[in-house]
């Protein structure tokens, strides 16, 4: 299973699109830096996704999101394989009890400055693509409920991911 995380802002994502010849799309912004905040991690080969929005990335977030991951596939062991990104660094809480659930859960680091090794980048993009680009939310209700929406639409077709992580396999 690979992990990651990603930042969803207010403002829309620019992306390119059709236009009638001679009409500029338009797309309206209120200006505002109002980040959302994202873990997720795709399973290797059935292109599961889970994700959990936190307030912030920081050790204890993560912290959060391990026992999310390792109480939803309770019945394996998970190899979680993440990047360096300074929230994976779990305070001495989060030490302990990644100790006590070795049984549970493995954490493997990539390379340094390897997203191409992380299928989970493919997921925010196709994320991006189907949620946020060329579209206004008025409030950050709306864009995470956008966000939402389109995890669950991975959640019920990992079919929309499978090309993540064919590679992988």
Wanted: hydrophobic content about 35%; glycine content about 4%; proline content about 5%.
């Amino acid at each position: 299973m690979f992990e990651d995380e990603a930042s969803f802002q207010l403002d829309p994502t620019l992306h390119r699109t059709w236009a009638r010849r001679g009409q500029q799309p338009r797309i309206p912004t209120r200006g505002e830096r109002k980040t959302g905040h994202v873990y997720g991690a795709i399973a290797v080969p059935t292109a599961r996704f889970s994700y959990a929005f936190a307030e912030v990335f920081n050790g204890s977030t993560f912290h959060r999101f391990l026992k999310r991951l390792v109480a939803k596939y309770r019945a394996t062991k998970l190899f979680l394989i993440l990047d360096n990104a300074p929230c994976h660094n779990l305070d001495a809480e989060g030490k302990a009890w990644l100790a006590e659930h070795c049984d549970d859960i493995e954490l493997h680091r990539l390379p340094s400055y390897s997203p191409e090794f992380n299928p989970t980048e493919g997921v925010w993009k196709t994320t991006r693509k189907m949620a946020t680009h060329n579209r206004f939310f008025a409030t950050t209700a709306d864009r995470d409920h956008s966000l939402t929406r389109t995890f669950h639409a991975f959640q019920c077709k990992p079919e929309l991911l499978a090309a993540h992580v064919e590679r992988f396999r």
